[in-house]
């Protein structure tokens, strides 16, 4: 290539990214072809290597000699040249890592709780990345069996969750009976009983329990906790209602055990 092209090819991409556009302002600038060093461009001698300009001055022979830059690099050094005409290839590969990104983050972090917005969202952004053809493919794939399962243990949470609403409404509209009851029994209500179905064991033994009652015992421990941080006198006199609640039953029984002894008593006069 021509060595007075490649010059000045060089000093105008100089004069644009510089901004020395020889206005009067600042000198202008270009490169020198020996060192690679800028000089002023009305400068026939390079003030660093002392070479003329056209490459025969002092210290050098003729022709052109590729620069040696130990300074400043030419502005366009160590970009790629893009052919003329050719347009750059868009992937779709962005959709996919974010359906990716999205799906992991449900499953892992979140462990699907978050499933009824990271599915939706996951699903769009792979259908998008397959219907490009053009990258991502994989990835788009991976997400979408990632966010069926992330599905379906969501379905789970939520079987569960409908399922133990009405047990939870029950604690909290008898929330003292039951922790009065718990106390002096230590052992759930019978409304309770259904969880200690041997199918459960697993579940308590996997949350670190027993079984059953015993997790119903940390349940009652951490509320009455909160109750009574709430309002001390909460739980107070819950347990005395019910022990007279029981003495009156047993003095009912007594009194009924004495009308009939006396009953009796006046059956027997009669037949005597």
């Not at 502005?75 to 003329?84: K, L, M, Q, S, V």
């Not at 027993?210 to 119903?216: E, I, Q, V």
Request: hydrophobic letters at 35%; one cysteine or more; glycine letters at 10%.
């Amino acid at each position: 290539m021509d060595k007075d092209f490649i010059d000045e090819t060089k000093n105008e991409i100089v004069d644009e990214t510089s901004g020395n556009s020889g206005n009067g302002n600042e000198p202008k600038m270009k490169y020198c072809p020996h060192c690679g060093k800028l000089k002023p461009a009305d400068s026939r001698f390079c003030p660093e290597c002392g070479k003329d300009r056209s490459g025969s001055g002092a210290g050098g022979g003729g022709g052109y000699q590729q620069p040696q830059y130990g300074g400043m690099r030419p502005a366009y050094a160590g970009y790629p040249a893009r052919t003329a005409g050719v347009p750059l290839q868009k992937t779709g590969t962005g959709v996919a890592v974010a359906a990716l990104c999205i799906s992991l983050v449900n499953f892992f972090i979140f462990a699907s709780f978050l499933s009824f917005i990271a599915v939706p969202l996951t699903l769009i952004f792979a259908i998008m990345a397959l219907k490009r053809k053009n990258g991502g493919k994989a990835m788009a794939i991976v997400s979408i069996v990632i966010a069926i399962i992330s599905a379906a243990i969501f379905a789970v949470y939520v079987a569960i969750i409908v399922k133990i609403v009405p047990d939870i409404k029950y604690f909290a509209e008898h929330d003292k009976e039951i922790v009065a009851e718990y106390e002096e029994t230590g052992m759930a209500p019978d409304h309770y009983s259904k969880y200690r179905d041997k199918k459960y064991d697993k579940l308590w033994e996997n949350m670190g329990y027993d079984d059953f009652d015993s997790f119903f015992g940390y349940i009652v421990k951490e509320y009455k906790k909160e109750a009574v941080k709430n309002d001390p006198d909460y739980f107070s006199g819950t347990k005395t209602k019910k022990k007279t609640k029981t003495k009156t039953k047993k003095a009912e029984t007594t009194t009924e055990e004495e009308d009939v002894s006396e009953k009796s008593g006046e059956d027997l006069v009669v037949l005597t």
